[in-house]
């Protein structure tokens, strides 16, 4: 069962995302060429400390290539697998505009 505590902060992490305030993990493999969200966190410590076990997964698969970015963004599309012809605009605007 959930705690107060654990809904004020799930709360809190889905309001910073619906604003385009959360962070993601956006993980960018080679091969295949995939682009991968992975979120949203309240803050960047929270994102980084899971990018292991997001790479670990990755690199099970046969993933190649690997190059890891924490932002803040909002991504429209969770996995974009550009080998398999998903013509999906990778583009994620950077909420701030000193970001990149």
Known sequence: MK????????????????????WWVEIVTQNPHCTYYFGPFLNAADAKSSIKGYVDDLEQEGAQGIAIDVKRCKPN???????????????????FSGQM
Do not use: H, M, Y
Request: hydrophobic letters at 45%; proline letters at 3%.
């Open 77 to 95: 599309v969770l996995t974009i697998a550009e080998d398999l012809g998903e013509k999906i605009d990778r583009k994620v605007k950077p909420v």
């Open 3 to 22: 705690s107060t505590l654990d809904n004020l902060r799930e709360l809190l992490i889905n309001a910073l995302n619906n604003i385009g305030f959360a």
